[in-house]
């Protein structure tokens, strides 16, 4: 998980988010200004408290007992009143924009759609779905505003200290900020950043060698391997263990380093407090108010030191979601281009290579005219499902042309495209819905008649009238029940559906049986007449049906004449 470097500094992460924000910052203004002055008003409280202790001393107080009786409960309703709305400001940004990234990450993952997914981890993008977002919900709502709070308070606090009590008071103050905001987190920092980084590194890979354990666990029963793998197990959780321990002790340490800090500059105030009074520099009464103020004004910093932990997480979060977003896609939808009606496809001097380097096919050359099924033949990794996605446009094609009716396909609308050709791949996903629904995919609006006509072309409708609830029964309830073949006939039967002039299909009859395999030629032989079908397979009796046959070899593919 960490083996990708981030590429961007904190500070730049941090400035990239916050102008994320966009209109949503003056929200973030008011819940700032509603927090320092809740902050300032559960000062006043005990403040005002002492000012009262301090007048019934016996110093002179140009306040009346009502106006400060009135004063102190007045603070103490006017803070839960503030921190409402700073709370309610910090996670109304947060929930808005939360809304606003994730809808920014689905655009992201669409424009890379197909082609820049097949080479991502599922897991991780499910884990900037998720958990990145979430990281990012907290430094919005509980990172940026305390922050500028503390920093707010602190100020005032000096300011009030100052002017009120000593200015001696009020450094000794100030020293004590920087040291329990600043200096105490930045010494710390380095262990939990560290100790951090490697607890989440071993537990992303405990995760992902347990999950791929109860995945492949057919295989490990097979090969009776599963004592070997429960020693691995066990062996990366006793590391995991190990590095838990370590964090929170790492953890608990900075909270400690912090918490005596605090006490520690608490007991410098009161001394310093105390000389000012034994050398007449400073009246008891102002002392006390001084002391107080200084006293209850450490919540800010402490709650910016308790952050560094989080920061590394939200940084890295942060830049994860940030580099999906500046991804460029591997192909960019045609939305001004043309719309066809597809009549042929000639392909010419076509050339493609996945990384930039070796080129999977060379100078291709072919055409399909309405009527015509053409056969693609080839070693297994030569190339064939790689032209059919180069038809689709699902990768960017190199040098070459690929014209559909005399167009080239990076001219004609990315929409328009998927209606004219559809593909049956080499394997087919079902979603967790009714089969109804997974058919309906195609054609939403498809009537009950063309589905089980469909069905029926593909030789999987009697299948589907034999499960309990037939057209409704869900894919999901199926699981792993549905055979390969059962898998693969629906998959046509959606290809049908669609009603598609150019159809492309991926071995559509590995996993079928000669009876089916036959009813299901029988269907393209009578589907031609109307539509082109391109038909990739290893199998003679279904290469039996193509007119023309090409062969992909060593990148060329050239037309079979017997
Ligand atoms: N997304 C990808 N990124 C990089 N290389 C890829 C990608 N997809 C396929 N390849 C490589 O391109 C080559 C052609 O793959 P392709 O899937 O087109 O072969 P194929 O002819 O369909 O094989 P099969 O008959 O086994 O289905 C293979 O060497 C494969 O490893
Ligand atoms: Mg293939």
């Keep these: 998980m960490s083996k990708i470097k981030s590429r961007r500094s904190g500070a730049n992460i941090m400035a990239r988010l916050v102008l994320l924000l966009g209109s949503l910052a003056y929200v973030m203004i008011l819940a700032v200004i509603n927090g320092s002055l809740g902050f300032i008003c559960a000062m006043g409280v005990t ?3 002492a000012v009262g202790v301090v007048k019934a001393l016996g110093e002179v107080v140009a306040m009346s007992y ?8 007045g603070c103490g309703v006017l803070r839960g009143v503030l921190r409402y709305f700073e709370q309610y400001g910090n996670h109304f940004i947060a929930f808005k924009l939360l809304a606003v990234l994730r809808d920014k990450i689905f655009g992201a993952l669409r424009t890379l759609c197909p082609a820049k997914l097949e080479s991502k981890q599922k897991g991780s993008i499910i884990a900037m779905i998720t958990s990145d977002i979430e990281t990012l919900e907290v430094f919005y709502a509980h990172t940026v505003s305390p922050v500028c709070i503390a920093v707010i308070v602190s100020a005032a606090v000096f300011l009030f200290v100052g002017f009120v009590s000593s200015w001696y008071l009020a450094l000794a103050a100030l020293v004590a900020y920087i040291a329990i905001g600043i200096i105490v987190p930045l010494v710390s920092s380095g262990r939990l950043k560290e100790s951090g980084v490697n607890y989440r590194a071993e537990f992303a890979s405990f995760n992902a060698y347990f999950l791929d354990s109860i995945k492949g666990i057919k295989e490990i029963v097979l090969n009776n391997a599963g004592s070997m793998r429960e020693t691995e197990v066990n062996r990366r959780s006793d590391i995991l263990l190990k590095e838990t321990k370590k964090m929170k002790h790492n953890t608990v340490r900075a909270a400690a380093a912090t918490e005596l800090t605090v006490s520690l500059f608490i007991i410098l105030t009161l001394v310093i407090g105390i000389v ?3 050398f007449d520099m400073l009246s008891a009464g102002r002392m006390i108010i001084g002391v107080v103020a200084v006293f209850g004004s450490f919540g800010p910093v402490i709650a910016v030191s308790a952050l560094p932990g989080n920061l ?5 979060s942060g830049d994860r979601v940030l580099n999906l977003l500046a991804e460029t896609p591997a192909v960019t939808e045609v939305k ?4 066809i009606e597809y009549e042929n496809l000639s392909v010419s001097d076509l050339s493609f290579s996945y ?3 070796a080129e999977v096919l060379s100078d291709i050359k072919m055409h399909a005219e309405k009527g015509e099924i053409i056969g693609i033949v080839g070693e297994s990794g030569c190339g064939k499902s790689t032209f059919l996605k180069l038809l689709l446009r699902f990768w960017q094609k190199g040098s070459g042309t690929i014209a559909y009716n005399g167009t080239d396909v990076d001219g004609i609308n990315s929409g328009n495209l998927l209606d004219n050709v559809t593909m049956v791949s080499q394997s087919t996903y079902l979603f967790d ?3 109804e629904d997974n058919l309906k995919i195609a054609k939403p609006d498809a009537t009950q008649e063309e589905m089980e006509n469909a069905c029926r072309l593909a030789s999987v409708h009697d299948f589907i009238m034999t499960l309990p609830e037939g057209y409704k029964t869900s894919a999901g309830a199926l699981g792993d029940n549905l055979s390969a073949g059962e898998k693969q006939r629906i998959g046509l039967a959606r290809a049908f559906l669609k009603a598609a002039e150019l159809i492309l299909l991926d071995e559509p009859t590995s996993n079928v049986d000669s009876i089916n395999e036959g009813i299901i030629l029988k269907t393209l ?3 031609k007449s109307r539509k082109s079908i391109i038909l990739v397979s290893h199998r003679e009796s279904t290469m039996a049906i193509a007119d023309r046959i090409y062969k992909v070899e060593n990148g060329r593919m050239a037309e079979v004449t017997e």
């Design 47 to 49: 403040v005002f408290g």
């Design 433 to 435: 819905e009714s089969i």
């Design 336 to 339: 001004n281009g043309e719309n």
């Design 312 to 316: 590394t997480q939200t940084f890295a």
């Design 276 to 278: 000012l009074v034994h």
């Design 525 to 527: 032989k009578e589907q």
């Design 355 to 357: 990384d930039g380097n």
């Design 66 to 73: 009502p106006l400060i009786i009135g004063l102190t409960v």
